[in-house]
């Protein structure tokens, strides 16, 4: 584990010189299957993997959940040790925010990739995306990895990453790592920890009401009545819809018919007792 960027630093040196192929996996902590599938698939392709722990406080918003965010630093250790990563980069607030930055107005600088942030999950979280983006720069950065490796589970996340890297022509290729999900269906998250008992037991429905939209859509359903009924079902178990929506894949735009002309996938995001959950589902390919 180091926690400066100057024994980072050293780390590339020794990578580079040795002529290592370096992956970076990005994370939060409260490392679950989904993290460390991650790091599995760089260990696979990288001969140095870096992986970085860091509650970023650019990206919560004011009523949002930093101060609770789970920190599980030493289980986290464990688990990436027995996965071989190579590197933990596990640095003090001050080391990536001088004067303990905790806005982007207080860092000063920042990046944005308006038009992938303004739709599904940017429209009730403002600066969210802004603040994700910055740090995410920051830390590529400082870690100046080949391979970075993201999520689909955060698809839009994913989609600004790559969009970022290829826009300022960044010097790293962004590998996407499927989404993985818990036996009952339910894509794995860190915030799953806040679910209780019983809330618990409910969450996998929005997966299930994605697969049956899928299903409905590829039988020829109406795109609006699917999706009313989708939002409907969530609300009946008891789930506080903020969006159920179809999206294509590339500029994220929301789509009100179904064509084949490029990727579709369906974007939930739903609150269930105090916990928000978000997933999505490829429905359409390309045609050939």
């Not at 000063?108 to 999950?121: A, E, K, M």
């Not at 391979?147 to 890297?165: A, C, M, N, P, S």
């Not at 269906?185 to 409910?202: E, H, P, Q, T, W």
């Not at 994220?252 to 064509?259: F, I, N, S, Y």
């Amino acid at each position: 584990m180091i926690s400066t960027a100057p024994e980072l630093a050293a780390e590339w040196d020794a990578g580079r010189l040795s002529g290592s192929v370096i992956g970076y996996v990005p994370t939060m902590g409260a490392l679950h299957e989904g993290h460390l599938s991650l790091v599995d698939l760089a260990r696979e392709q990288c001969d140095l993997v870096i992986c970085s722990i860091f509650v970023n406080p650019l990206q919560f918003g004011p009523d949002e959940d930093f101060d609770s965010y789970p920190r599980t630093v030493e289980r986290d250790l464990k688990l990436l040790e027995a996965r071989g990563t190579t590197v933990v980069f596990l640095p003090d607030w001050d080391e990536i925010f001088p004067g303990r930055a905790r806005t982007l107005q207080d860092f000063g600088t920042h990046v944005s990739v308006p038009r992938l942030s303004h739709q599904l999950c940017g429209r009730t979280r403002p600066g969210h995306f802004d603040g994700m983006v910055t740090e995410s720069l920051l830390f590529l950065n400082l870690v100046r990895p080949d391979r970075t490796y993201w999520g689909e589970k955060d698809f839009q996340q994913l989609r600004i990453i790559e969009t970022l890297v290829q826009d300022l022509r960044l010097p790293v290729r962004v590998v996407r790592g499927v989404t993985r999900r818990e036996p009952d269906g339910l894509a794995m998250s860190s915030r799953n920890k806040g679910l209780l008992f019983d809330a618990r037991a409910v969450a996998p429905h929005i997966h299930r009401v994605l697969l049956q939209s899928r299903a409905r859509l590829l039988d020829g359903d109406p795109l609006p009545t699917v999706l009313a009924a989708a939002r409907d079902c969530l609300t009946e178990r008891g789930f506080e819809v903020e969006y159920l929506v179809a999206c294509e894949e590339e500029s994220l735009t929301e789509v009100r018919t179904l064509d084949f002309h490029a990727p579709i996938r369906l974007f939930a995001a739903a609150h269930l007792e105090g916990v928000r959950l978000i997933d999505n589902m490829r429905v359409t390919e390309v045609a050939p």
